[in-house]
């Protein structure tokens, strides 16, 4: 018997994602069909998939449920598993204020990274949606990424996820981000890496480029973006926490701008747009096939 799964389509400054929702967690999503369903030719193509479940439905949210009531399950394009995405939980929020399970204003969205606030400004502001991303941790150690036969000295910075962040005079001179640029040591990721190349573009505002860990180069990534403008400040020699007073960085990436905040409390914010697309439906057979 043939039955059909609901999808959306979304995306955050052309961070792009497929939406499953699955609010009691029956759609059983393999890396393979998550692969296939993000697949740009064969399939409905998306850097990622936000899998919207129920805390109190998803065993690794279960305990998360008394304080947010969705979990994000959020997977890369080639189907891995990766902490927090914050393009996604933009995204995924506004998936839940069309769905009308959240109005404008605050909800709570439990992550693989812990709970995040997430706000829906009012449509007649803007209806940016902004997300506490929490605090960025720097570990000690120099780090190297290269491409092709070209090496840049990067900042280990961690969102919850890792990120390497290379500046460099120009945007093209990373070339082609077909592979994951290789990085060193090997010990500074075991998990892998996502990498950011900066150029300074004024005062406070820089643009980026990203290749993502599973997704290869995407338009836009938002804990790349936080990740980027922590690395900004401190080369720039600023520090919230020792300067007692936030600072903000415009990021620019492909597919658009973030504005990151960092509080003296090491609390980062970030405000972007977030869209959704298309809906439709998924026919199982497609997904029998695809899976065989
Ligand atoms: N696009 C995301 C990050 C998604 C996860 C990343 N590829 C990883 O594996 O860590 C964002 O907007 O933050």
């Known amino acids: 018997m043939s039955t059909r799964i609901a ?3 979304g995306h955050g400054t052309e961070n792009d994602f497929v939406i499953i929702p699955d609010p009691d967690n029956t759609v059983e999503l393999p890396p393979a069909a998550v692969a296939a369903l993000c697949d740009r030719r064969a399939g409905i193509g998306g850097d990622g998939l936000l899998h919207v479940v129920r805390s109190a439905a998803h065993p690794e949210a279960r305990h998360l449920a008394d304080r947010a009531e969705w979990f994000m399950d959020y997977r890369n394009g080639d189907g891995s ?8 939980v933009r995204v995924f ?3 839940l204020q069309r769905a009308g399970h959240v109005g404008e204003g605050d909800v709570a969205v439990a992550t693989r990274g812990g709970v995040k606030t997430v706000h829906i400004a009012k449509a ?10 929490g605090k960025a941790r720097l570990p000690e150690g120099d780090v ?7 090496s840049w000295p990067a900042r280990n910075v961690n969102m919850g996820n890792p990120h390497a962040v290379a500046f460099v005079t120009d945007l093209s001179e990373a070339g082609h981000l077909y592979d994951p640029p290789p990085f060193s040591p090997a010990s500074a990721y075991p998990d892998g890496v996502n990498v950011e190349f900066v150029v300074d573009r004024g005062p406070r505002h820089v643009a980026m480029r990203v290749h993502e860990r599973g997704s290869g180069e995407t338009r836009s990534c938002g804990t790349g973006a936080c990740a ?3 690395a900004a400040a401190r080369k720039d020699g600023v520090d919230p926490a020792v300067t007692g007073a936030p600072v903000t960085y415009t990021v620019d990436l492909p597919g658009g701008r973030l504005v990151i905040t960092e ?6 914010e970030m405000t972007g747009p977030a869209v959704i697309v298309a809906e439709g439906e998924i026919t199982s057979e497609w997904l029998e096939t695809v899976l065989a």
Do not use: W
């Not at 598993?81 to 996604?88: I, L, S």
């Not at 007649?124 to 991303?133: D, H, N």
């Not at 509080?263 to 980062?268: A, L």
């Open 7 to 9: 999808f959306l389509k």
């Open 263 to 268: 509080r003296p409390d090491g609390e980062i």
């Open 93 to 95: 929020a506004r998936y």
């Open 144 to 150: 190297t990424v290269s491409v092709a036969d070209r």
């Open 124 to 133: 007649e502001s803007g209806g940016e949606i902004t997300v506490g991303m």
């Open 81 to 88: 598993v990766a902490e927090m995405c914050g393009n996604g």
């Open 228 to 230: 980027v403008a922590v």
